[in-house]
T-cell receptor, first 116, second 115 residues
Framework: GAVVSQHPSWVICKSGTSVKIECRSL??????MFWYRQFPKQSLMLMAT?????????EQGVEKDKFLINHASLTLSTLTVTSAHPEDSSFYIC????????????FGPGTRLLVL | GENVEQHPSTLSVQEGDSAVIKCTYS??????FPWYKQELGKRPQLIID?????GEKKDQRIAVTLNKTAKHFSLHITETQPEDSAVYFC??????????????FGKGTKLSVIP
């Protein structure tokens, strides 16, 4: 299989705090991981592409200093939402592509962030 | 960059009928087209995919067709069941260099299968 996990699944925090979300590929190595954001009843919007051992590539309009991405190993990428504000409340989903594999992306279960 | 249009945004069908969801893409270099099913609050699940060297692919009640010339691809679900109710997303994949592929999603179709 191709299992991707995310932790935590739910976060409620106060405005101004930082939140770290982990994305792990459990049974395969992932050279590339992707971070998406999904608002209610909307599609998945790519925020950034994370490559192991190098800097993430951010999509236009996504603040790299606000959404820090680290991809330190072939099975783990982290997204840190710094100084979170209510408008950052959303569903954050990661996906992973097998190292050396086809283009198929396997998604994590998502993390629902609520900033009060 | 790639742009993917998906129609309809909502679709209601009677149980047992067929459902068709259509997508178009803009970049002729896109070469891989997955379809994902997402139930409320859950992760998108890959249900079928097609590559640009194939015109049609079928997996039990689900089929996907691709017209490269027209840059259209469609999802067909036959003999729909209530458990098919979900949001379906099409996507187009473009090679973005250095071994990296980028998915661009359509806006989604909410399918409701009425028992």
């Amino acid at each position: 299989g191709a299992v991707v996990s995310q932790h935590p699944s739910w976060v409620i925090c106060k405005s101004g705090t930082s939140v770290k979300i982990e994305c792990r590929s459990l049974d395969f190595q992932a050279t590339t991981m992707f971070w998406y954001r999904q608002f209610p009843k909307q599609s998945l919007m790519l925020m950034a592409t994370s490559n192991e051992g190098s800097k993430a590539t951010y999509e236009q309009g996504v603040e790299k200093d606000k959404f820090l991405i680290n991809h330190a190993s072939l099975t783990l990428s982290t997204l840190t939402v710094t100084s979170a504000h209510p408008e950052d409340s959303s569903f954050y989903i990661c996906s992973a592509r097998r190292a050396g594999g086809p283009e198929t992306q396997y998604f994590g279960p998502g993390t629902r962030l609520l900033v009060l | 960059g790639e742009n993917v249009e998906q129609h309809p945004s909502t679709l209601s069908v009677q149980e047992g009928d067929s459902a068709v969801i259509k997508c178009t893409y803009s970049d002729s270099a896109s070469n891989y087209f997955p379809w994902y099913k997402q139930e409320l609050g859950k992760r998108p699940q890959l249900i079928i995919d097609i590559r640009s060297n194939v015109g049609e692919k079928k997996d039990q009640r689900i089929a996907v067709t691709l017209n490269k010339t027209a840059k259209h691809f469609s999802l067909h679900i036959t003999e729909t069941q209530p458990e098919d109710s979900a949001v379906y997303f099409c996507a187009a994949t473009l090679y973005s260099g250095a071994g990296s592929y980028q998915l661009t999603f359509g806006k989604g179709t909410k399918l409701s299968v009425i028992p």
